[in-house]
């Protein structure tokens, strides 16, 4: 299953933040497992008014996993674009991305998850 991208809703049933990232650290987990080389999370950006709490959570928590060595990167939607070093990087680890239909979208509602 090498170079495939999973794609995870971590927006299903409206979890709370804890929630959503209990759940995203499981679904890294288990994507790491199955030899992923990338993740695509769907986490909203915050239109239903709550601020995007899950998105901004996610990505601070990523940073520190980032930190750690825990991931090799992660891309923020609005910036997963072929105009980005870290995308272009993204590719040669995911080829697959080439095709994600958010590239060039600039969807803040997603992140893309490097392992």
Same mark, same amino acid.
């Given at each position: 299953?090498?170079? /495939? +991208?999973?794609?995870? /809703?971590?927006?299903?049933?409206?979890?709370?933040?804890?929630?959503?990232?209990?759940?995203? /650290?499981?679904? @890294?987990?288990?994507?790491?497992?199955?030899?992923?080389?990338?993740?695509?999370?769907?986490?909203?950006?915050? !239109? !239903?008014?709550?601020?995007?709490? &899950?998105? #901004?959570?996610?990505?601070?928590? @990523? %940073?520190?996993?980032?930190?750690?060595?825990? #991931?090799?990167?992660?891309?923020?939607?609005?910036? =997963?674009?072929? =105009?980005?070093?870290?995308? @272009? !990087?993204? =590719?040669?680890?995911?080829?697959? @991305?080439?095709?994600?239909?958010? &590239? %060039?979208?600039? /969807?803040?509602? $997603?992140? $893309? +998850?490097?392992?």
């Amino acid at each position: 299953m090498k170079n /495939n +991208v999973r794609i995870v /809703n971590l927006e299903i049933g409206k979890p709370t933040v804890e929630q959503g990232l209990r759940r995203m /650290n499981g679904e @890294l987990s288990t994507s790491r497992r199955m030899g992923c080389s990338a993740v695509k999370l769907i986490h909203g950006y915050g !239109s !239903s008014g709550q601020g995007g709490k &899950l998105r #901004i959570s996610a990505r601070q928590a @990523l %940073e520190g996993m980032k930190k750690k060595g825990q #991931i090799k990167d992660y891309l923020p939607g609005e910036t =997963f674009t072929i =105009f980005e070093t870290a995308t @272009l !990087s993204a =590719f040669s680890v995911a080829p697959a @991305l080439r095709k994600d239909p958010d &590239l %060039e979208r600039y /969807n803040n509602g $997603i992140t $893309i +998850v490097i392992l």
